[in-house]
Structures are given as structure tokens and as C-alpha cells.
């Protein structure tokens, strides 16, 4: 019975990115800003537009210039339904960044510094090219990023033809996905998983909580993100982000991504309006 569904349904299983994926190109990410929109008429509108997103991720500076931290964006499509003039979503698998300040649309990063900082990683991942084995840490997360990440096992993402294998340790990891809101519970056990990896090794914030504490940071029992309690490599925003998106950090991460294939190679262009 199941061998002849099998039959019947062929083979699921992407090639991305060593062949384009029309879903991968679909899937959406944090909200953007658009391209070639006008700037804010007045003061009033500006405060009006900062007031739309309740995560605070709409800034307007002094010039009437609009910035969206994608960090800070939980998805809630507000700006989108209300200025759909000035906002609409990201799309496709880049969605990651090699900077923190990176993922604040529209892009400003210097690409000196970016290109730096993609060289620094690059060196220290040179000795990950084969098997990469991952360890997953859950540091306050509400579980969105958990199925995303799970994901990636079955059939149709099917990760171990990347050469990519989850561990449950961190003796044997290569690469750290950290998920969650960098709750002060875990923020030890995240800092000894860490320590306990082998060099050379990477950090993934994944997930808006991870990035930048989504909307239970600041408090109490949260640390506003992963970002104080160990090194962050690769940056990859989303509410949750999707197991493409996921698969775009990993390749970033370990130098593995083709040019065409991820909007981080737009946004190391400066391009952070991506419709
Ligand atoms: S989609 Fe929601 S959270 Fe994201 S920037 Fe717009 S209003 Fe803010």
C-alpha cells in the first residue's frame, strides 16, 4: 500500500538551490519596505506610521526617511493592510543577514565591511564542507521555529542531501541553530552548549524571537535575543521563517550558497526592498 502511494506520487523532493524551486521562491518572509514609495507628508503621517506596528519595528527618521528592522517584524501584516503603498511582504528563501544591522530595510550596510565580515566567516568554515552536523537549542521559543526546523527531515526538504544531520550533541556539532527569545533560563545552558562545540563552529539566530526578542523582550525573563548570550553569525529574521529560508542561513553560513539563489546576495547589494 505504501510502496504504491510512493510509486504514485514520485519523487517530492527539491533540488534547491542546485535548481530553481518555484515554492521556495513563493514563500514569504518579514515585511519590506517598498521601492520608490513617497516619503511621509507630514510629521503627523510619520508618527502615524511608526504607530502601526505594534512590535516596533517602523522607525521614521528626521529626513522622512522610512526603516523597517525585519529583526523585529513578527508578521502581523498591520503596515502591509493599512499602507499597502509604503509596505508589502519579502519573498523567497534570502532572507538572512551577515549583520545584525543588515536586516534593517532599506539596506545601508557598508559593503566594505560586509564583504569583511563574509571573508571572516568564510575562513572559519572552510573546514566545514563535507558533513555538517547541526544541534538545535530552544531558548524560549513558542515552538513556531521548532516545526519549521522539523521540517527540514521530511521528504520534500530531506536536509541529508545537503550533507546536513542533527546531533543531540554539542561535542559532535558543527553548526548551533538557536531558536526562542534568549529566555534568562537558558541563557546558560545556551552559553555551555557553545562553549562545548568544537572549532570551527557558526551561530544561527533563528526566528524573529532569536533575532530580536519579538514581542517578549525586553522583560523579566527575557534577554531581547540570542545576540548577548553567544556570537551570532547569520542573522535570519521571520515569524516564523521557512525551511527554505532555514536551508538559505545554513548555506550562508558555511559558504555554500549559489549567487541567484538567496536575497542576502540583494542585500549585499543594497537592495532591502524586495516586493
Ligand atoms: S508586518 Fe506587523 S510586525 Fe511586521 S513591520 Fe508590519 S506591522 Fe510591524
Redesign the pocket.
Known sequence: MWALRGLRNGVVTTRWPARPDEYAAMTRG??TVLAGHAAPASAGEAEQLSG????G??TVDPPGRIR?DQG?????????AARPDL?GWSAGPGQAALSRAGLVVPVEEDPDSLAALAGQLRARTRALRRSVHLRHVDAGSDGSEEWEIMALLNPVYDIHRLGMFFTASPRHADVLLVTGAGSRGMAGPLRETYEAMPHPKAVIAVGTDAVGGGLVSPTYATSGGIGGIVPVDVWLPGSPPSPFAILSALLLALDRLPSGNGGTVARAAGDGARP
Open positions: 518579514p515585511a502601526l506596528c505594534p512590535a519595528a517602523i523597517l523585529g517584524c513578527i508578521q502581523c501584516g498591520r503596515c502591509v509596505f
